[in-house]
């Protein structure tokens, strides 16, 4: 859970001294994560997620329910209200230009569509996330380098298995992933592109930082 605690306790603590920042990430095992205003036994089967060991954890965020695992890297932008856009749509532009610009880079056709939707060759290829957690302004959102289509659709809570296979097969058409898209860079190589391209976006000298461990054990306690 410490990749969603980090950025929750960065927003929670946010005043307008403190840094905007921008964490990259990976999971280092898999978990679920609902959005704030959902209802847990309306959505997932959670006598499921328990046989598969699954976490599930709920954010500060509104939006879906997502599956998170080591083959996605996610991006997640803390920065003071008063220092993005006023207007939302703007807000989204300002943060998710870095991943359309990665995405172009590696030679996919890269947009921004519906104000918060990263596509990818008319493919979704994210789930993005954004909203005011006290003082914050904050977008989090991810690439899909690969997904497990089969157990996302596993732990949905659906009223039969004919609907669930529905699902499953819409998912697999409007939801893409830079494997199936033929994308061959690893991991590490589009974190750093991610970096670069948010120091290109967003025009802001940038501190490259490790978190220290009284940081990293406050993101755990705001997790848990």
Known sequence: GLTQGLYHCLAKGMTESSDDTVILCRPSSPYLCIGYHQVLDSVLDTAVCDALNLPIM?????????????????????????????????????????????????????KLRAINEVEANSLRIAGIGGGRIGDAMVVVGNLLLDFNYSLMSSVWKVPNQSFRNLAMETMKKRVGTLNKLGCDHTLESLESYLAEAFVESLERPINETQFEKEEIQAARNTAS
Not at 77 to 83: A, D, G, K, L, P
């Open 58 to 110: 709920r954010r500060f965020l509104g939006g879906g329910t997502t599956y998170l695992d080591c083959h996605q890297i996610f991006y997640q932008c803390i920065f003071h209200h008063s220092r993005v856009p006023w207007r939302t749509e703007d807000v989204y532009r300002m943060m998710l230009d870095a991943p359309v610009k990665v995405l172009n880079r590696i030679g996919l056709s890269g």
